[in-house]
């Protein structure tokens, strides 16, 4: 009987150190979160929040680029399929709307096509295209934002010649200065740019 006392005794002892041991740890722990004070709280949501927006940056920026090169390639592949199409005719380009006709073809890519019965072409922002004969050339016009605005015209005048931004009064062309065209593009209302690409400009009467 003294045996199974002495025993019993022990083992509550090991038990009372255990929870005593677990306790101090516990406790430990809360002295350590509790030492975590607010400003250091406020630092670690500062860098978080400083390398959010940097990483954003970089996002919109990749978008910009790949968007604005896919537009380009979009603008290639328009004017020369319309300038293929109208080639065999020798009656030139005509003068009225050649939207849809040019989106039920195919010359633009299945990533332009956008709609079900009633097909219409879209750049790569979602903004559509809209295509009309001027005798001897023709123009496209569509809208983009304004940072790709300035990545677009300058290469897309070399293999259109001429582009008008914004409605402005003054046409820009392959040999205008980048600095013109960088001002239309940044200087124009709203986050978005009206833009009218003009193919065989040398064409038009002045």
């Known amino acids: 009987m003294g045996d199974t006392s002495s025993l019993c005794l022990t083992n509550a002892a090991y038990f009372h150190n255990f929870i005593v041991l677990i306790k101090g740890k516990i406790m430990r722990i809360e002295r350590k979160i509790r030492g975590f004070t607010l400003i250091e709280l406020l630092i670690v949501l500062g860098v ?4 959010g927006a940097g990483m954003y940056a ?6 910009v680029a790949q968007k604005s090169n896919q537009e380009i390639d979009n603008l290639n592949v328009l004017k020369m399929g319309i300038e293929n199409l109208y080639a065999s005719s020798g009656k030139g380009y005509g003068s009225a709307p050649m939207t849809e006709m040019i989106a039920a073809s195919s010359i633009p890519t299945n990533s332009m096509k956008k709609g079900g019965t009633k097909i219409t072409i879209v750049n790569p922002w979602g903004n559509e295209y809209e295509i009309k004969g001027e005798d001897t050339t023709f123009s496209l016009k569509t809208k983009m934002p304004k940072t790709a605005c300035e990545k677009v015209v300058p290469v897309a005048l070399n293999s259109w010649g001429a582009a008008a931004v914004n409605g402005g009064s003054s046409i ?3 040999s205008s200065d980048v600095t013109d065209i960088l001002a239309d593009c940044l200087n124009a209302d709203g986050d978005d740019v009206d833009i009218a690409f003009i193919a065989n400009y040398s064409d038009v009467p002045n």
């Open 48 to 51: 978080v929040a400083v390398i």
């Open 58 to 63: 970089v996002y919109n920026n990749v978008m």
């Open 172 to 174: 820009l062309t392959k």
